[in-house]
């Protein structure tokens, strides 16, 4: 079984360079913390996925404060997110 250790992953739709993507956040158990781990961006060609590129650890959760996104999300009581990302 893949992903034997991570607890889930949670995607927070965002944008990069006027594209669609999606921060990534992850955690290690049930009761862990949802913590930034890697931002997917998308490039599409009509109206499909052309390309896919991941920026993941070390480099992916050191982007996230430039994409004004969190390094951990609110607790699960707080689903709805209320933060804009800046870049669109």
């Not at 927070?12 to 993507?21: E, G, H, I, L, S």
């Not at 890697?38 to 052309?50: F, G, Y």
Request: hydrophobic share 50%; aromatic share 10%; with cysteine.
């Amino acid at each position: 079984m893949a992903w034997k250790t991570c607890g889930g992953l949670r995607l927070v739709p965002t944008a990069a360079n006027r594209q669609p993507a999606f921060a990534i956040y992850e955690r290690a158990g049930a009761e862990a913390p949802w913590t930034a781990h890697s931002i997917h961006v998308l490039a599409l060609e009509q109206d499909r996925i052309s390309t896919l590129t991941l920026f993941v650890p070390p480099v992916g959760p050191r982007l996230f404060q430039a994409f004004g996104l969190p390094l951990v999300l609110p607790d699960a009581a707080s689903a709805e997110l209320s933060f804009m990302p800046r870049h669109s």
